[in-house]
């Protein structure tokens, strides 16, 4: 049995000082006031080109990100890699709807690939496929391909393109590659593109790896077809699980255009939903390789125990936990103690660029009840045990 409450591990990475600005930040996306003010004044002062990187750099970004370039992200990497946890260095662009800001994304992708070959602490590469062509491409091809214009078809083929050239890049340095998962309606496009990488890669073991959403009501037995087709056409399915990011957005959508939300109806059922495609996964390991991305303890808890069951080797290479850099170290520093496989997820890039990320993550951050309490209480609990040990 795995626990997670030990915040001298936890936070053993962190100085005092490091851990108190961590405690003040947290302190302050509680506070939903506060917090929505800042993002709307960050918001403004992007529009009218006003310099926020001196306000936004040393707290909340330097906090949640690497860097702005992956030499300077590698400070981080060397940091976890002390504690035993690994990285992974995420280019957080989103949109690719220019030609020249796709061709820079895939140049920047390339070289992070590159780097990852080359560093033994940075066991994935992984990258956003709306970064990739424009987003009406995506979503007229996962809704309405047959009616795709031949112009339409070349930029869908020019994505398939610049998959392959990213997945065979991460096949040639040998470093899996993770392929995040976005909203629905872009996900039926991405999900073909991503299967022909698998049946071309995964040959031997799973290189690529496509992300589930489990708040999505179908993505259960979505993975059961894709393993029932893996063991078919014999190749190996690598799964990373996430709950999903876009909730809202989601069920606004459905419901303007008047279709069924694909979101499950409450948070017990993509509770269940995820840790049922955990144990699904697991008793098909010799298929399905895990990449378990959550800040939820008892999810993480429930494929460590099922590993510790089994006997299994807490470092068997076919299954790793994540959390986001800056999030839930209690759960990465704690697995990685006990020895099982942990990379922390670090996102890089300038700043303008990973402003929504940030937005993300303080939104997410914001309730009380949720996160934010959860890091609050933890890192009063760890200065608490600081000051009482002096
Ligand atoms: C390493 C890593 C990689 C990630 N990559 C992606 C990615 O590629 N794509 C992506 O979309 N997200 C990604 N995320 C974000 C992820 O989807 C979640 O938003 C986030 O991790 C919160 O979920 P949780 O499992 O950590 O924990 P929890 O806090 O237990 O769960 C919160 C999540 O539960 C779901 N939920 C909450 N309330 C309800 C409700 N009423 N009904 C139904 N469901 C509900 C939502 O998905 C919500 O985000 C990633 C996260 C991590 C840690």
């Known amino acids: 049995m795995i626990g997670f409450e030990n915040t001298e591990i936890a936070f053993r990475s962190k100085s005092d000082k490091a851990l108190t600005k961590a405690y003040w930040l947290f302190k302050i996306m509680a506070n939903p006031g ?10 403004l002062a992007l529009a009218i080109r006003f310099p926020v990187a001196w306000a936004v750099k040393p707290t909340i970004y330097s906090h949640f990100v690497g860097g702005i370039t992956i030499s300077e992200s590698l400070r981080a990497v060397r940091v976890l890699e002390k ?17 020249a800001a796709i061709e820079s994304a895939l140049q920047e992708t390339l070289r992070s690939i590159a780097n990852a ?10 990258f956003k496929p709306t970064a990739f062509v424009q987003s009406y491409i995506l979503e007229k091809a996962s809704e309405d391909k047959a009616n795709l214009t031949e112009d339409e078809q070349k930029l869908a083929q020019a994505f398939k393109d610049r998959v392959n050239t990213l997945c065979q890049a991460a ?35 799973a290189v690529v790896f496509n992300t589930w959403q489990m708040y999505r009501h179908d993505r259960l037995e979505h993975l059961k077809k894709w ?10 399915v690598g799964a990373k699980f996430v709950r999903g990011a876009y909730m809202e957005k989601e069920r606004i959508r459905a419901a303007e255009r008047g279709y069924p939300s694909p979101i499950h109806p409450d948070k017990e059922s993509t ?21 378990n991305g959550t800040h939820n303890e008892k999810s993480s808890k429930v494929l460590a125990d099922l590993m510790i069951e089994k006997g299994m080797p807490h470092d068997d290479k076919r299954i790793w936990f994540s959390q986001l850099y800056g999030m839930s170290d209690h759960i990465s520093f704690n697995l990685a103690e006990h020895g099982f496989n942990v990379a922390k997820y ?12 940030l937005f993300r993550r303080a939104a997410e951050n914001t309730s009380v009840k949720g996160q934010t309490g959860r890091e609050l209480m933890l890192l009063t609990k760890e200065r608490n045990r600081r000051k009482n040990f002096r």
């Open 34 to 43: 506060i917090q929505k003010t800042l993002a709307g004044v960050t918001k």
């Open 83 to 99: 504690f035993k946890v690994s990285a992974i260095l995420d280019y957080s662009v989103e949109g690719g709807e220019t030609e």
């Open 117 to 126: 070959g080359n560093d033994a602490n940075i066991p994935f590469t992984v």
């Open 171 to 205: 096949y040639n340095v040998g470093v899996p590659i993770l392929i995040d998962a976005e909203d629905s309606w872009y996900q039926n496009f991405i999900d073909e593109t991503v299967e022909e990488m698998m049946r071309k890669y995964n040959k031997e073991k």
């Open 227 to 236: 393993y029932e087709r893996a063991v078919a056409g014999n190749f190996y």
């Open 271 to 291: 509770d269940r939903a995820y840790d049922d495609a955990l144990r699904f996964s697991f008793e098909h390991i010799d298929r399905i390789s895990i990449f």
């Open 346 to 357: 670090v996102p890089y890039g300038p700043i303008k660029h990973v402003l929504p990320y």
